[in-house]
């Protein structure tokens, strides 16, 4: 595997909003690699790519106005997406990420360490303030005691690491029928019940 | 006192089912020992020297006589007889084996407790005032907002893997009891003009090896927007607070390297886009909680004068019964009652905040029979009854002395706050437990304590302060220095409105020493003072010099080391 490359994991559970979550396989590849000015030397054209958001910054955007650039064709393919890393801030790029919402299908936010929760604000952030409706794909260390925090604070994907366990994983979501606050994905238990109870 | 209702119930059972999977993982090896780590320590879970140790949350120490049964019998079942009351309104165990921990849990969820969040890198269990809704100087019942607190944090996904350990304080009167100054977050409440209830928010206080007081970034926040204005707070912090260095993480020194003025901006840049979201408490939720904080079943009484309650007691008993009353027991809000404070501090036999599950049952008991069946536990480690009826003192009295908790030093030199220190944590530097039993053996005269009057003394075995060295006003913390343990001296510290950081007096002392160093200072203070003068103030008049000079008169080089810390 090309060094520039995270790991690329098999498969991904992906946890929609409203819906189940599944095992699914993995179509996204991440691309680490800030400093390249040209863009994915060695990555085939019809492979989805995740590039870092100061990639984008750097040398992405200044290539996407060019109608005739491989990113130009990538983006009307949408076969380009970015990630986050923990320690971009995502509030001070917003006229950026507004753009961003019209081509990237997907992003990513990454867990340098599983027990970095940066990513979780960029996530809440990315779904509250840029009403971000696409995928945020958790990626880096992602670890199965992580699915849930995650999930409820923006991320509807998990690019597991490849030691865990896929079925342990998908149980999680079961794990809290109830919560005491709010979330991306749901209202406090109490103030629900109480709001019916006056109904 | 709050009740849950099914939801509370379900999501701690349901804690319950997710740790015991993953203590089931940790044993099969799928989960290696590096990434359980901060799951065990969000359930409460340390590896100390001997074993493992659980710490339980009390929330804002509060505490049915049921509860505390049940600790009673966690502390015989699984450990060995006894629990340690901490600093923060927890409950400590330990003596406790992995595999038991998730029975535990299970007993505790039962009665309506648990230890989410009693460690890791988390929103901390809330602490509030022990006299709340009983002291005569409250403005405002601080517990239905530790309440709502409690649960907004519960869990809270986006801040479960925060820079560092996250600590909120409330209180609600006149005078703080609760070091709101040295919390990452104090909220200290009051009514405005309208009698609408409102905070004023502090932030970025801590104790550990850099001890900060906290610093207002906010005034009149009203109660229901809370939800909205810490996540901003605590939304800064996670993405902006260091991670670099455990030393540097504390919101403290976010606060401190921005400046609180930026800070404060920064908090309300984020602020301003959230602050009207449905986050925000509503009035019925407030209510629901509310509900349950009503005022117990008080009997119309009149109030009694100390005297007459001293003349009620047996001639032989008076001068016994009366330093009681004055050390031990509190005034109230409502006439013909008083709180009543037990100590956990005997001289010099068991480490201070330790309860036996004998004494634990019995003081049960005497919460059923004497106080509505609740109890307080206070950040000093000692336990309260907060709704004694006068008439009943001196019959309680006679009760609690059964249970070796009437000893009379509350305030006093031997009221002493205590980390356990390198006798079980694996963090200390130093014991601080032989320290605390040395000096109580030492100033073991009752009169003598009664005439010093009210010292603060606290000791933690390591800078990260869990004895909170820095606010006594007698602060001692355990260095290592070449593989031996010495003390280092601070004075000045103070809790309450007039807090303040205590200032090291120089080179740390052999352990030995402690003691005699103690009585140098307290001749000192006892030399300078005038008349009723308590010792801090006495400190503050004179200044550091008298002390330090009698400190280190006569004490040669091998006995004191330069440890700077």
């Known amino acids: ?199 | 006192m709050y009740k849950y209702d099914y939801i509370d119930q379900t999501l701690v059972n349901e804690r319950v089912v997710q740790f015991k999977d993953q203590v089931e993982r940790r044993i099969d090896g799928s989960l290696p020992e590096e990434e359980f780590r901060p799951l065990r320590l969000q359930n409460g879970l340390y590896h100390q020297r001997h074993a493992y140790m659980l710490r339980v949350a009390i929330p804002y120490g509060l505490l049915s006589s049921d509860q505390l049964r049940t600790l009673a019998h966690i502390a015989n079942k699984y450990d060995r007889g006894y629990g340690h009351f901490t600093t923060r309104q927890n409950i400590q165990f330990n003596w406790i084996k992995l595999e038991e921990s998730p029975a535990i849990l299970a007993d505790l969820a039962k009665v309506q407790m648990h230890a989410i969040q009693t460690s890791g890198n988390c929103i901390r269990n809330i602490t509030s005032d022990a006299f709340a809704d009983v002291a005569a100087d409250e403005y405002v019942d601080p517990r239905p907002v530790c309440e709502l607190l409690r649960q907004w944090s519960t869990l809270h996904p986006e801040f479960a893997f925060l820079p560092r350990k996250f600590k909120f304080a409330v209180c609600g009167a006149k005078e703080d009891r609760t070091i709101l100054l040295c919390h990452d977050v104090g909220i200290s409440l009051k009514k405005n003009l309208q009698g609408e209830l409102v905070a004023d928010i502090y932030a970025g206080g801590g104790m550990g090896r850099t001890p900060i007081l906290g610093s207002l970034i906010k005034e009149n926040l009203p109660w229901n927007v809370l939800p909205s204005y810490l996540t901003a707070l605590l939304r800064v912090y996670n993405r902006f607070g260091r991670r670099d260095n455990i030393y540097k993480a504390r919101i403290k020194i976010l606060v401190k390297a921005l400046g609180p003025e930026e800070f404060a901006r920064q908090v309300e840049g984020e602020w301003a886009t959230i602050k009207d979201g449905d986050d925000n408490f509503q009035q019925l939720e407030w209510d629901r909680v509310a509900n349950h904080f009503t005022r117990p079943a008080y009997k119309s009484a009149q109030s009694i004068s100390t005297q007459d309650l001293i003349d009620g007691a047996p001639a032989n008993e008076q001068v016994a019964f009366a330093r009681w009353l004055e050390r031990n027991v509190k005034a109230h809000q409502v006439a013909g009652y008083a709180s009543v404070v037990f100590s956990l501090k005997p001289h010099g036999s068991v480490a201070p905040g330790d309860a036996t599950t004998e004494q634990m049952l019995a003081i049960a008991d005497l919460a059923d029979q004497y106080s509505f069946g609740e109890l307080r536990v206070t950040h000093e480690q000692n336990l309260v009854l907060a709704d004694v009826e006068q008439a009943k003192l001196l019959e309680l009295w006679h009760k609690a002395k059964a249970q070796n908790v009437v000893l009379p030093n509350i305030g006093l030199l031997t009221d002493i706050i205590a980390c356990p220190g390198g006798d079980f944590c694996s963090l200390a530097n130093a014991k601080s437990l032989p320290i605390a039993k040395a000096i109580q053996e030492r100033f073991d005269d009752l009169d003598y304590l009664h005439d010093l009057g009210e010292i603060s003394l606290n000791i933690s075995g390591c800078i990260n302060s869990c004895g909170h060295h820095h606010v006594g006003n007698i602060g001692v913390l355990g260095v290592d220095k070449d593989g031996k343990e010495w003390y280092q001296i601070t004075l000045g510290g103070e809790q309450g409105n007039h807090a303040a950081i205590g200032k090291v007096i120089g080179p740390s002392f052999g352990a030995e020493q402690i003691p005699d160093v103690m009585a140098d200072i307290i001749d000192t203070f006892v030399k300078h003072r005038t008349a009723d003068e308590a010792f801090i103030e006495t400190y503050r008049r004179l200044g550091v010099t008298p002390f330090k000079e009698a400190a280190y008169l006569n004490r040669s080089k091998e006995n004191v080391v330069g440890a700077g810390v």
């Open chain 1, 1 to 199: 595997m090309n060094q520039n490359m995270m790991q690329n994991s098999k498969n991904v559970l992906l946890y929609p909003k409203s819906g189940k979550p599944s095992i699914i396989a993995n179509a996204w590849l991440i691309w680490n690699d800030s400093d390249n000015e040209k863009a994915f030397p060695e990555i085939e054209r019809e492979q989805k790519v995740l590039a870092p958001f100061q990639w984008w910054l750097s040398h992405g955007q200044a290539q996407a106005k060019d109608p005739n650039s491989e990113l130009a064709k990538r983006i009307q393919d949408q076969t380009i997406g970015v990630w986050f890393a923990a320690d971009d801030d995502v509030l001070k790029h917003a006229e950026v990420i507004e753009l961003g919402k019209l081509i990237w299908p997907i992003v990513g936010a990454d867990f340098p360490i599983f027990r970095d929760g940066r990513s979780f604000s960029t996530a809440a952030l990315l779904r509250e303030r840029f009403h971000w409706a696409g995928e945020i794909r958790a990626i880096g260390d992602v670890l199965i005691d992580q699915l849930i925090q995650g999930a409820r604070s923006g991320f509807d994907s998990f690019a597991l690491r490849a030691d865990q366990n896929r079925d342990v994983a998908l149980k999680q979501f079961d794990l809290f029928t109830v919560t005491t606050q709010n979330s991306w994905r749901d209202r406090r238990s109490q103030l629900d019940s109480q709001l019916e109870q006056i109904k």
